[in-house]
């Protein structure tokens, strides 16, 4: 079993739709958990932290299910520029500290 | 925040040359830099945590003397790909961040092995 996984991709939506993408994690004891968007042939940029609370940016929610080790991601109201791969990621903590990365969801939103 | 500088962006070389690449904390001192490579289609992959002043830890199946890392100083950390091969295309990244906190990377860099 993966480490982190995620939806297989890819996306394809309209403009304006509403996207849900989800990622459950096998460690229990991690620490930290993000989103994170990559583009083509970038590095990847932080979306949001993901909390137990739940958190909202913008069109962007998160929440975090730490009983059952999920984490999801809603994109409300798509935009063109919504386009790229979200990537769930998972902090290790402790003595490595490590990242752990998801492969990745590809979105793609159709005009 | 912090801001993680790379270079090269990308390369190209011949296959059996080595090459460097340089990964510099400009905002704070990062004791620890991972390294990472990303092959087409797949994501990030953990190569190896660099620690500053001691020697890096690699993960399983990476190579210690082929993939060469360096962290002499808190603001610099190098990765060198010692007769570098075509299969070592791929797209390299580092990051460095604190527990419990977002990772900063740097930009990234493209190598081509021809």
């Known amino acids: 079993r993966k480490e982190v996984e995620q939806d297989p991709g890819p996306f394809n939506v309209p403009e304006g739709a509403t996207v849900a993408f989800n990622c459950t994690y096998s460690?229990?004891?991690?620490?930290?958990f993000f989103w994170y968007r990559q583009d083509c042939r970038k590095e990847p940029k932080l979306l949001m932290s993901v909390y137990s609370s739940g958190n909202e940016d913008g069109r962007f929610t998160a929440q975090l299910n730490r009983a059952s080790q999920y984490i999801s991601l809603l994109i409300r109201d798509s935009k063109l520029s919504d386009s790229a791969t979200y990537l769930c990621v998972v902090r290790e903590g402790g003595a490595t500290n490590k990242l752990i990365f998801g492969t990745g969801t590809l979105l793609a939103v159709q005009p | 925040g912090a801001v993680v500088s790379q270079h090269p962006s990308w390369v190209i070389c011949k296959s059996g040359t080595s090459v460097k690449i340089e990964c510099r904390s400009l905002d704070f001192q990062a004791t620890t830099m991972f390294w990472y490579r990303q092959f087409p289609k797949q994501s990030l992959m953990l190569m190896a945590t660099s620690n500053e002043g001691s020697k890096a830890t690699y993960e399983q199946g990476v190579e210690k003397d082929k993939f060469l890392i360096n962290h002499a100083s808190l603001t610099l950390s190098t990765l060198t790909v010692t007769s570098a091969h075509p299969e070592d295309s791929s797209f390299y990244i580092c990051?460095?961040?604190?527990?419990?906190?977002?990772?900063?990377f740097g930009q990234g860099t493209r190598l081509t092995v021809v």
């Open positions: 990051s460095e961040g604190q527990a419990y906190t977002e990772a900063f």
């Open positions: 460690n229990s004891a991690s620490q930290s």
